[in-house]
């Protein structure tokens, strides 16, 4: 018998980017009424009503026309976006890593012409006023700052200029209703702490990049967040194509990890989950690690988002992250390899 972990349909939230991304099965464009409606409509009869944009107008647009078409009303979702995401900036000399995938299915206009990183009062309320619009509700269920600099990354982060600023700007939208939360998303879990060290009592949900890889990391935000009142979303279980990988990572041809192309060193650790798994499929090992933090953190791990261009995909994933099954002798093995922390619920 797969296992079955009761998961609400509430914890699950459907990411609208690859609309904007693509590419669909095929090649091609994004159709709104061949593509989108589809998903959009087996995301609400899978009970899915949160929805999350990563802040591309044209998949938030194309998000308000589906629902549109299938005639629900824009405020019986909750409509969750992230703002401040830029790709492919260029300043001065240094230009922002733009993945070759993430260009998959972009018509070449907008190639280098994404969101400019604007952290003025003016520039989130243009950004985020947009994106209300362009999806026809009344509100924002959430707003989250997205994937920010660190020093490390091609262009530096001074807070007082690019954080502060936006920060303030939806406290007051949040005090006036405007916007129901505050999060971040982002890919480094240490981010966490250096947010809340400066933005103390701001934070409404904390937004990472998750797979098996991280947890130890991630265990440590889940703390963090039980303490200091902020929940926990799972952007994904596949980190970038990390954990779909059917052959050793080691060998296999170049792939995303956490959605940069996999170093030595990652492909190395990827390579141990592999062979510990054995027949176990890694998205499996994934998909149950994401379904058991959300059974054994109900109130801190509330959501988990799943994109797809494709709606047998997510069905999928939903079953998966419910029914999922890793023999006890891999949990063992995991822990023992200290590839998953040792106290790690697994049933």
């Known amino acids: 018998m797969p296992a079955q972990r009761d998961i609400s349909p509430d914890k699950f939230v459907f990411g609208c980017h690859r609309f904007g991304f693509g590419p669909v099965p095929g090649g091609g464009s994004v ?57 492919g900036l260029a300043v001065g000399s240094a230009v922002e890593h733009q993945p070759e995938a993430l260009l998959q299915g972009i018509p070449p206009r907008y190639h280098g012409l994404t969101d400019k990183w604007d952290p003025s ?13 362009e999806y026809g509700g009344g509100s924002l269920y959430g707003v989250a700052l997205h994937d920010p600099p660190d020093m490390e990354k091609q262009v530096g982060l001074n807070w007082e200029t690019d954080i502060r600023p936006a920060v303030a700007y939806l406290k ?3 005090s006036a209703g405007f916007v129901q939360r505050i999060g971040i998303g982002i890919k480094e879990p240490a981010f966490v702490d250096r947010f809340v060290a400066e933005e103390p009592g701001v934070l409404d949900y904390a937004g990472i990049t998750f797979c098996p890889a991280i947890l130890g990391a991630l265990m440590k935000v889940i703390a963090t967040g039980e303490a200091q009142r902020f929940e926990v979303t799972l952007m994904g279980i596949n980190y970038g194509q990390a954990f779909t990988l059917t ?37 499996h090992l994934a998909a149950a690690v994401a379904g058991l933090l959300v059974v054994h953190f109900p109130r801190t791990v509330t959501q988990i988002v799943t994109s797809t261009i494709r709606p047998s995909r997510l069905v999928e994933t939903l079953r998966l992250v419910r029914e999922a099954e890793v023999p006890e002798p891999v949990w063992s093995e ?7 922390p040792r106290d790690f619920p697994t049933s």
């Not at 009970?47 to 107008?57: E, H, N, P, Q």
């Not at 009062?121 to 619009?133: A, L, M, N, S």
């Not at 995991?334 to 998953?340: G, M, Q, R, T, Y």
């Open 247 to 283: 052959e050793d990572p080691a060998a296999a041809p170049p792939f995303l990890y956490n959605y940069e192309v996999a170093t030595a060193e990652e492909r190395a650790l990827m390579s141990r989950f592999y062979r510990i798994c054995g027949s176990t499929p890694l998205l």
């Open 334 to 340: 995991l822990k023992a390899a200290e590839l998953i």
């Open 31 to 87: 159709d709104v009424h061949k593509h989108v409606v589809p998903l959009v409509r087996t995301a609400w009869d899978l009970g899915i009503r949160a929805f999350d944009s990563a802040v591309l107008y044209r998949a938030t647009m194309q998000l308000g026309q589906a629902l549109q078409a299938l005639d629900i009303a824009p405020d019986s979702i909750r409509f969750q976006t992230k703002c401040l995401r830029y790709l």
């Open 121 to 133: 009062p003016q520039g989130v309320d243009q950004q985020i006023c947009r994106e209300r619009i």
């Open 172 to 174: 007051s939208a949040r």
